[in-house]
T-cell receptor, first 111, second 116 residues
Framework: AQSVSQHNHHVILSEAASLELGCNYS??????LFWYVQYPGQHLQLLLK??????LVKGIKGFEAEFIKSKFSFNLRKPSVQWSDTAEYFC?????????FGTGTSLTVIP | GAVVSQHPSRVICKSGTSVKIECRSL??????MFWYRQFPKQSLMLMAT?????????EQGVEKDKFLINHASLTLSTLTVTSAHPEDSSFYIC????????????FGSGTQLSVL
């Protein structure tokens, strides 16, 4: 069965630290890739998406992600996190006619 | 881990018919479930929040009479697209909140609705 793995369930960082959240998927065909964020008390927001083209995708709020096809990965990065980045982050893959979501990574940024 | 089952995965229907989509939490109780819609190459759009035993809360611009939501049990929420039209063709995705696991959110795999 297809799946999406987010290896880090809970990450705690100090402000200004760099962030990388892992996302791996198991599907050999063409995929569309997404990262979503859910801030406390709010609904999902799209951070960035990849459909084709440049595998390094830049999103909102300084986030970026790199699609590495050979590794089936789409890791999310931010060079310097802020306290306001504290949230739940979800990786999502559209493969064929199905969507698959990771179980989420909870990020806590300490001021 | 917790699993959310969404059925059907794909449905094709004629214009004017109604389509029911089910979202089940398989190994946890979900007092709150969410329904989203995704247009091609766009973000998930929250349609409504479904609360067990009470009326759903719809987002602005979502027609509650067209998208009927029922959350009659702690493990099942249904979305019925009534009198479907071609413009309702989209992906519909549900998610469920596990209140016993720190309010974690788990997602169904989506339903592709095509209205002819």
């Amino acid at each position: 069965a297809q799946s999406v793995s987010q290896h880090n369930h809970h990450v705690i960082l100090s402000e200004a630290a760099s962030l990388e959240l892992g996302c791996n998927y198991s599907y050999g065909g063409t995929v569309n890739l997404f990262w979503y964020v859910q801030y406390p008390g709010q609904h999902l927001q799209l951070l960035l998406k990849y459909f084709s083209g440049d595998p390094l995708v830049k999103g909102i709020k300084g986030f970026e992600a790199e699609f590495i096809k050979s590794k089936f990965s789409f890791n999310l990065r931010k060079p310097s996190v802020q306290w306001s980045d504290t949230a739940e982050y979800f990786c999502s893959v559209k493969a064929g006619n199905q969507f698959y979501f990771g179980t989420g990574t909870s990020l806590t940024v300490i001021p | 881990g917790a699993v959310v089952s969404q059925h059907p995965s794909r449905v094709i229907c004629k214009s004017g018919t109604s389509v029911k989509i089910e979202c089940r939490s398989l190994d946890f109780q979900a007092t709150t479930m969410f329904w989203y819609r995704q247009f091609p190459k766009q973000s998930l759009m929250l349609m409504a929040t479904s609360n067990e035993g009470s009326k759903a809360t719809y987002e602005q611009g979502v027609e509650k009479d067209k998208f009927l939501i029922n959350h009659a049990s702690l493990t099942l929420s249904t979305l019925t697209v009534t009198s479907a039209h071609p413009e309702d063709s989209s992906f519909y995705i549900c998610s469920a909140r596990d209140s016993l696991e720190g309010e974690k959110l788990f997602f169904g795999s989506g339903t592709q609705l095509s209205v002819l």
